[in-house]
């Protein structure tokens, strides 16, 4: 049973610049989270995708967008990089509804310099 | 008030302790309510659900006051190996159709010999 899976581990980026990180869902999961995760913080709510759609979204710029897969896997994209953007980006999927709990990847570590 | 607030700690104890952490959640509207464990620059993995009842599994019991607005999580006899930030996450209830969990900003517990 795969876990969720993100690309890439590590990214170093300079500022201006754009990014994309990729996340394939837990095998049954319909719904992606991504959150941010600044160190020594609590992760922060991005947006979440279901159904290939932008459900909600967090406190968070334009320069973050996404987009969901029809196979449910999702991809975040940063442009105009800032170095306040650096930290460890989590996805999470889950199941639609309040109980089903978010199963985290291994979060891509972006460093911007 | 902070959706959902804890202290951040460091809780400083020895083997063989118990410890436990509270956390507040402002929305009494809540449905459902998750602890979690993370590892030093890890991702958040899943510890336990939190039911009405409350719930034990093994050295963990979580409980949940619905009226005071809190969960707590209670660590027995604990290990080296429990060092950890422990993040608390809270379902606010439906916004938009969706449910977005919300993360405390962890406690971190260090068990040392």
């Known amino acids: 049973d795969a876990g969720v899976t993100q690309s890439p581990t590590h990214l170093i980026k300079t500022r201006g610049q754009q990014v994309t990180l990729r996340c394939s869902p837990k095998?049954?999961?319909?719904?992606v989270s991504w959150y941010q995760q600044a160190l020594g913080q609590g992760p922060q709510f991005i947006f979440q995708y279901y159904e290939e759609e932008e459900r909600q979204r967090g406190n968070f710029p334009d320069r973050f967008s996404g987009h969901q897969f029809p196979n449910y896997s999702s991809e975040l994209n940063v442009n105009a990089l800032l170095l306040g953007d650096s930290a460890l980006y989590l996805c999470?999927?889950?199941?639609?509804?309040?109980?089903?709990?978010?199963?985290f990847g291994n979060g891509t570590r972006l460093t911007v310099t | 008030r902070k959706e959902v607030e804890q202290d951040p700690g460091p809780f400083n104890v020895p083997e063989g302790a118990t410890v436990a952490f509270n956390c507040t959640y402002s929305n009494s509207a809540s449905q459902s309510f998750f602890w979690y464990r993370q590892d030093c620059r890890k991702e958040p993995k899943l510890l336990m659900s939190v039911y009405s009842s409350g719930n034990e599994d093994g050295r963990f019991t979580a409980q949940l006051n619905r009226a005071s607005q809190y969960i707590s999580l209670l660590i027995r006899d604990s290990k080296l190996s429990d060092s950890a930030t422990y993040l608390c996450?809270?379902?606010?209830?439906?916004?938009?159709?969706?449910?977005?969990?919300?993360f405390g900003r962890g406690t971190s517990l260090i068990v040392h010999p």
């Open positions: 999470a999927s889950s199941l639609q509804g309040a109980f089903s709990p978010l199963h």
């Open positions: 996450v809270v379902n606010p209830g439906p916004s938009g159709g969706s449910y977005i969990p919300t």
């Open positions: 095998s049954g999961h319909d719904t």
